[in-house]
């Protein structure tokens, strides 16, 4: 049974929307950072970049593990998300999924025009062509989050706000990212 949202869910979506994008960036690079760190390189992050301040390299392993680390975080909070919205229709969990598929969606966009990104690099060390990988994860999110939208009742509506929204912060972060590259660790 389908129910109407409110003006109040609509808007508090709208609201969270850019917070959840903003932490899906923040948690996938701190994934890369944490396991840098754990593996005993000295390493750095931003909202869209991880690497070390350290002239030593890690080895070929080491550097999988690294850059696997940071999608491995967003497929993961995106499949927990989608796990709670069986039992909790709220638009925020559905605003979970969908940050985590636009954002490796337009990674992997960004990374067929100008730098590989994480999956792109895993794909590549796999000795695959460089899209498979990014493809596989992309075509996965999507089928999540086209569940997810089902499950949470995620209409016409909330995909646009979701879309838009998801442009907008996606956009800032990367332009913000290059226009005021602050590291942190």
């Known amino acids: ?6 003006i109040k869910e609509w808007i508090s979506f709208a609201i969270l ?3 959840i994008t903003f932490a899906s960036f923040l948690v996938h690079e701190l ?18 970049y991880a690497g070390f301040n350290t ?3 890690p080895s070929a392993f080491e550097q999988s593990l690294i ?5 491995a975080v967003t497929v993961l909070q995106a499949v927990i998300a989608a796990l709670l919205i069986r039992s909790r229709t ?6 979970v999924v969908v940050a985590a598929f636009y954002m490796r969606a337009t990674a992997f966009a960004i990374s067929m025009m100008v730098y590989p990104n994480d999956e792109a690099r895993i794909s590549m060390l796999m000795g695959l062509p460089i899209w498979v990988l990014p493809s596989i994860v992309v075509a996965s ?21 979701a879309y838009i929204t998801c442009s907008a912060t ?7 990212s290059q226009a005021f590259p602050i590291r942190l660790g």
């Open 31 to 48: 994934a890369h950072y944490a396991t840098g760190e754990a593996l005993g390189y000295d390493s750095w992050f931003n909202l869209n």
């Open 67 to 71: 850059t696997l680390a940071g999608p």
């Open 170 to 176: 996606v956009a800032a972060i990367v332009l913000g």
């Open 1 to 6: 049974m389908r129910t109407k949202r409110s």
């Open 141 to 161: 999110l999507l089928g999540l989050t086209i569940w997810a939208a089902y499950k949470a009742r995620a209409g016409l509506i909330a995909n646009i706000i």
């Open 90 to 95: 709220q638009l925020w969990l559905y605003g």
């Open 55 to 57: 002239e030593a390299r």
């Open 17 to 19: 929307l850019p917070f």
